[in-house]
């Protein structure tokens, strides 16, 4: 565009000081929206687009699918997502080449909204619902709208490059031009504009401030206590221990992940119950409070954080604990994903709440499933699996009891996975207890050998009998006796150790009996 109808563009647009202002306002936003998209995603060392770019199922999705395959693509791809936020964020942001930047941008949510549309069910939403437009859809159209608006000569750096520009192009008088004073006060009038493009400065200045309050400071008093416990090697109380738990530099590496039909899970992946203050503690009645009290948003999103960086990429867990997990995508910027037991309300009930909150997979809870086996009603589960995969998402059937399996198998139930427990059975309240309550797999070796002839996929869980088995011998028992995959409740001060300990038990797994099926 040249200099002139640049100009002319200007003076169309700031004709009306409000608009002007409105759509200053709109890419300052905007801008804010996408550099911490970007920052966020920096920061974190684990962070993929792999997960999204597999759940696509719509106009370039063999693309993405390729692209999520090879690692050096992904890497790119992945680059290009962070730096391509952060640098069109900081441009829309402070106003610095905001019409490419708007552009760029544009370029960017289309490809989200073609990876995820809105109107199928697998598109990876996180809160609200939508009829074919969501956020994607409309900060695209604004941004469009920003491309032709100069906002950054407005008020920004583009109008500060421009000033500068014009003052050194400018031709000087000649000696005898006599030059007309201009109507006003120029200098009142240039300071106002140089104060218009320096807003910017404050608004960054709040956003490094922001950023940091919520991810990068720390108060003396936390630094205080971070440093004594680098230092301290026990914790006082009325019998003194020593503690020795794992950091994060200390892992070995990162837990593979194995398929479900196209969804992509990590072998081991977190369990849901004592982040959701179901806590199984035989006679201790406190614990499901003490658990609670423990588990705060902001201790569940540092445990969320870790085990992605772990390679963990899943939780199983209950519908209750889906605005948590919303919270930790929309406000932590956290991508983990979730596998719901569907067991609020009625099965179909917790189907549609975990579809509609963006499980990826769902599941008929164990003890739900084990009553209707018991009560003869296989239908429900049939209708649980339908409506689970009518919505595009992998359907599974739970169960304590081995009879529930096998039941469901004699009925040619065939779910996408199974989720069952598996444990030994010889710790020392296992034998001493006699109503087992306290025992969720009253037949492993049956379990074992039942599961042998079984093709779909198996997670195992309650793989610790809820705490009574450690996991050296937890870990190896399940992997050794079929299981594909893994479901370990754990705190945040075990998730390190619990990682190395299964990057070693499965780097020694001799042959198993049962194959791969995952």
């Not at 791809?77 to 829309?92: K, Q, R, S």
């Not at 040619?412 to 797999?441: M, Q, R």
Request: with cysteine; aromatic share 10%; proline share 4%.
């Amino acid at each position: 565009m040249s200099s002139s109808a640049a100009d002319q563009t200007h003076r169309t647009w700031t004709g009306s000081r409000g608009a002007i202002v409105a759509l200053v306002l709109l890419r300052v936003g905007i801008g804010w929206h996408l550099l911490y998209e970007g920052l966020v995603k920096l920061a974190d060392p684990g962070w993929t687009s792999a997960g999204y770019l597999l759940r696509s199922s719509w106009l370039l999705s063999d693309w993405f699918h390729a692209v999520a395959a090879d690692a050096q693509w992904l890497r790119i791809v992945d680059l290009l997502n962070m730096w391509g936020l952060t640098l069109v964020g900081l441009g829309l942001l402070v106003g610095a080449f905001s019409r490419l930047a708007s552009l760029a941008g544009a370029l960017l949510l289309a490809l989200y909204y073609l990876a995820a549309p809105p109107f199928l069910p697998a598109g990876a939403h996180l809160e609200g619902s939508y009829l074919f437009i969501d956020k994607n859809a409309v900060e695209f159209l604004a941004l469009l709208v920003l491309t032709m608006a100069p906002t950054g000569r407005v008020a920004g750096i583009d109008g500060l490059l421009t000033r500068w520009w014009r003052g050194r192009t400018a031709p000087a008088p000649a000696a005898t031009e006599t030059v007309a004073a201009p109507a006003g006060n120029p200098h009142h009038s240039s300071r106002r504009e140089l104060l218009q493009h320096l807003a910017i400065v404050p608004v960054l200045g709040s956003f490094i401030y922001a950023f940091h309050r919520k991810r990068g400071w720390r108060s003396f008093e936390v630094e205080h206590l971070l440093d004594w416990q680098r230092t301290a090697d026990a914790t006082s109380s009325a019998t003194v221990k020593t503690f020795k738990f794992a950091q994060m530099d200390e892992l070995k590496g990162q837990v593979p992940h194995a398929r479900i039909g196209d969804l992509d899970l990590s072998r081991m992946f977190l369990g849901g119950n004592l982040i959701g203050g179901w806590a199984h503690a035989r006679d201790l009645i406190y614990a499901d409070s003490l658990v609670k009290a423990y588990h705060t948003d902001a201790k569940v999103f540092e445990t969320f954080h870790m085990a992605e960086q772990a390679g963990m990429n899943t939780i199983l867990t209950n519908p209750r604990l889906c605005r948590v997990i919303a919270d930790y995508w929309n406000i932590e910027g956290g991508k983990i994903q979730f596998i719901s037991d569907c067991a609020e309300g009625t099965i179909l009930e917790g189907a549609k709440k975990s579809i509609d909150a963006g499980a990826c997979a769902c599941y008929v809870q164990g003890g739900v499933a084990d009553k209707m086996v018991d009560e003869g009603d296989f239908d429900s589960i049939a209708q649980a699996l339908d409506l689970i995969r009518q919505n595009g998402l992998p359907a599974g059937i739970g169960g304590h009891r081995l009879e529930t399996i096998q039941g469901c198998v004699d009925k040619g139930l065939k779910p996408d996975f199974w989720v069952k427990t598996l444990h030994p059975i010889d710790y020392w309240s296992a034998k001493t207890e006699p109503s087992h309550d306290n025992i969720w797999c009253l037949n492993p070796d049956e379990t074992v050998a039942y599961m042998e002839r079984i093709e779909e996929p198996w997670i195992a869980f309650k793989i610790l009998a809820a705490g009574a088995v450690h996991p050296e011998r937890g870990f190896a028992y399940a992997l050794e006796n079929g299981a594909d995959f893994l479901c370990v409740g754990m705190y945040d001060f075990q998730l390190v150790d619990n990682v190395n300990l299964f990057l070693d038990v499965l780097g020694g797994l001799g042959e198993r009996r049962r194959p791969w099926r995952a």
